[in-house]
């Protein structure tokens, strides 16, 4: 896919595509020359450039560089208005024993009355890093021209096709590339999606969207690749995040800026929910006896020895965030002094190493390999309690899959009357994270970074609710 933004953080390098991860870029992009210092015969000292210029005058301090204007300003997801804190400020305490959860006021409804909550990190950085969107796609479709003029296309105004998006975006290096993604991934979607529109709701994607046939066995050639609808859907999605990849790089660029953020995505679309993820944000699907991962964190083995080799050759691009050896996963404070396997750039194998501070660092290197899951809701049984969990890293840092089923399982079925439950079961997800006493799991971990969580409840698809 290239190189990109999506996941990675200051000083990281993520590729939106759901193809490849890549984290680590900060100055010059990854694979860049790194730039050269100037030669001996251009330096100068500031007592030379005194007598030459300023004979008989102090030398003027240097003027610190200024901050390079934000492509975006910072604010909360847009259906937390009127829920509390002002926009455009850091959340509103930022005192370490208030942490304050927030959620959408009551009466806003989001698709599907789907539930959402958030909380702001322990002071790691000013601002919520963390961003959320969620909407209602309404897919146009394309008319073609007279006989003579096929290769014009014409947009009709009126809706073809509607769907639903809920959408989590982790920024590393400061929150605008999360920013960006949130304000622009649905709108790269939905045009992707209107490009191939016609061929989603055909019985069989036609070899031309036209709907001429060049050879009369293109249907046969279609079968044997075994293409279906949903690889359009699923080609629209990795065409959207390439779209907003390369929408995020020029605006960070342009202002200056430098970040990333993970992306994890799911639509609905024809009784099918497309679960797409790029970086170590997670969706799980929760019913009464299943339990199943519709997500994994990844970065492609391919690319591993290729991408800390760069770490290793330019430390820089790090930016002092993130480490470039690969563990078998994220170390934690307890691993210190321990043993751990490991591998860097020059080993296929593994080894072992003794666990220093600089280990904990997030790992340029992180899982494995997985790109679009689609569920078919049609072939489910749906209940009133099946829901899909969305969360960020911040969550499953110290909840497992299993403790979540098991918090989802233990409160819908006693609030079934109140129709804000699922905001207050991602606020219950997001309390037992925070070590509290009374926490259901009675677990004392704490996690001290962003955490955002959607509930998807299944069951209610006819529900609506705009999320903008």
Aim: overall charge negative; glycine content about 10%.
């Amino acid at each position: 896919m290239g190189q990109g933004w999506l996941h990675g953080g200051s000083g990281t390098n993520m590729i939106l595509g759901l193809g490849v991860e890549v984290k680590g870029r900060s100055g010059p992009a990854l694979g860049a020359r790194a730039p050269r210092a100037a030669p001996c015969s251009q330096t100068m000292s500031a007592g030379w450039f005194r007598r030459r210029f300023l004979t008989g005058g102090p030398l003027p301090a240097p003027r610190p560089p200024g901050p390079r204007a934000s492509p975006v300003p910072y604010r909360r997801p847009r259906f937390l208005r009127g829920s509390g804190s002002s926009p455009g400020t850091a959340d509103a305490s930022r005192r370490s024993d208030s942490r304050p959860v927030r959620s959408p006021a009551r009466g806003r409804t989001l698709p599907w009355n789907a539930g959402y909550a958030e909380i702001i990190n322990a002071e790691k950085s000013e601002f919520n890093e963390d961003q959320a969107a969620c909407g209602k796609l309404c897919i146009r479709r394309y008319e073609f021209g007279p006989e003579e003029d096929r290769e014009w296309l014409t947009l009709c105004p009126e809706e073809f096709l509607t769907g639903h998006y809920w959408a989590l975006f982790d920024g590393h290096g400061g929150p605008a590339a999360a920013i960006l993604a949130a304000n622009t991934l649905h709108s790269c979607l939905r045009r992707q999606l209107e490009a191939v529109v016609e061929g989603m709701v055909a019985a069989q994607p036609p070899m031309h969207l036209s709907g001429r046939c060049v050879c009369p066995s293109d249907p046969q050639f279609v079968e044997e690749k075994g293409i279906r609808t949903e690889d359009l859907v699923i080609g629209a999605l990795e065409s959207a995040f390439q779209e907003c990849d390369e929408v995020i790089g020029r605006e960070l660029e342009a202002s200056g800026q430098v970040g990333g953020c993970t992306a994890l995505v799911a639509v609905s679309l024809q009784g099918k929910l497309y679960v797409a993820n790029a970086g170590d944000s997670r969706a799980i699907l929760v019913r009464r006896d299943e339990i199943r991962p519709l997500s994994s964190e990844f970065t492609p083995e391919t690319e591993r020895q290729r991408i800390q080799h760069l770490a290793f050759v330019y430390p820089e691009l790090l930016a002092d965030e993130f480490t470039r050896l690969e563990f078998p996963r994220r170390l934690k404070g307890d691993d210190l002094g321990q043993k751990v396997l490991f591998r860097d750039h020059h080993m296929s194998g593994w080894s072992y190493k003794c666990v220093e501070k600089s280990d904990l660092k997030y790992p340029l290197i992180h899982g494995h390999g997985r790109q679009v899951t689609v569920l078919d809701m049609d072939q489910l049984e749906l209940q009133e309690e099946d829901v899909v969990v969305m969360a960020t890293d911040g969550l499953w840092d110290v909840l497992s899959n299993e403790q979540v089923a098991w918090l989802v399982r233990s409160f819908l079925p006693g609030n079934r009357e109140d129709p804000h439950r699922f905001s207050e079961l991602a606020q219950m997800l997001i309390h037992s994270t925070q070590g509290k006493d009374d926490t259901p799991t009675g677990e004392r971990q704490v996690s001290y970074d962003d955490v955002s969580v959607f509930v998807i409840p299944l069951n209610s698809q006819s529900q609506g609710g705009s999320g903008y």
